[in-house]
């Protein structure tokens, strides 16, 4: 019980101050990721013992000229494509690899198209047609929550089929299914009150966001297992690091703005 409040009341204000920035400008918002992903990096650096100084030029770099001024849109499809990349072979290192190879010689690759592009790609998420629309990534959020939530939940007290036992141990089928089924029920409510997308477009991220986030935890966890640690960081009490947060929807990004970008071609 006294490990779900600290949970609840962290997380409460974590979720605060997300969406207060959301809504209070697109400046507010880069600048607020733009700390979260300097904190981010920071736990990912000590993960994979690399110090660093270029790491943060990078990172800056990319969210200003890539997210914030975008000097080139081929330039974000170029980045995009080779984020996508890379991400797959994470998955495939987790899945069939004792190491991730990128921990131990490629790790700017990870830094730059893992870490760096999950940020970056964030945060072009709600800017839609050269306008910034704050629904979108909150949309997001939601989805994102909901299935961290109920995949705890269900978990944690139904679940029996380990997910990957050999990466993470607490993570279950039935979280998972769990986690799915939340996101969708979070996929109506917000149909139902943030008009930006149909239906069957925000169904599509739900799953999306399940599916790659899992994926993105699982990464995260062997990446961690790899370093001999619990959690990434101290910054949130009851999750640990904010990379430790923020590890779904870091993987997650690039093909959720890949799918919105699919979206609004079609249409």
Not at 4 to 23: L, P, Q
């Amino acid at each position: 019980m006294k490990e779900i409040i600290v949970r609840s009341i962290s997380g409460a204000f974590y979720i605060s101050i997300i969406i207060i920035s959301m809504f209070a400008s697109r400046e507010w918002f880069m600048g607020l990721f733009f700390l979260l992903a300097l904190v981010t990096l920071n736990e990912f650096l000590r993960l994979v013992h690399l110090k660093s100084y270029l790491a943060y030029v990078l990172l800056a770099a990319g969210m200003y000229f890539l997210s914030y001024k975008v000097f080139d849109g081929n330039a974000v499809y170029l980045f995009l494509i080779l984020s996508a990349f890379v991400n797959l072979f994470l998955l495939k290192d987790v899945l069939w690899v004792s190491k991730i190879p990128m921990f131990e010689k490629k790790k700017y690759i990870a830094i730059i198209f893992y870490i760096i592009s999950g940020f970056v790609f964030l945060t072009l998420i709600p800017f839609r047609n050269e306008e910034f629309i704050p629904t979108i990534i909150i949309g997001i959020f939601i989805l994102v929550w909901a299935n961290d939530t109920f995949a705890y939940l269900i978990g944690k007290n139904f679940g029996k089929h380990k997910l990957l036992e050999r990466i993470s141990p607490k993570k279950t089928v039935e979280g998972f299914l769990g986690g799915l089924i939340g996101s969708i029920c979070a996929g109506f409510f917000i149909f139902k009150y943030i008009e930006q997308f149909d239906l069957i477009i925000w169904l599509t991220l739900a799953f999306i966001v399940t599916l790659f986030g899992t994926i993105g935890d699982l990464i995260q966890s062997k990446f961690k297992r790899q370093a001999g640690v619990k959690d990434s960081g101290i910054l949130m009490p009851g999750h640990g690091g904010l990379y430790d947060r923020l590890d779904s929807i870091i993987f997650a990004s690039p093909f959720i703005y890949a799918f919105l970008e699919v979206v609004d071609y079609v249409s």
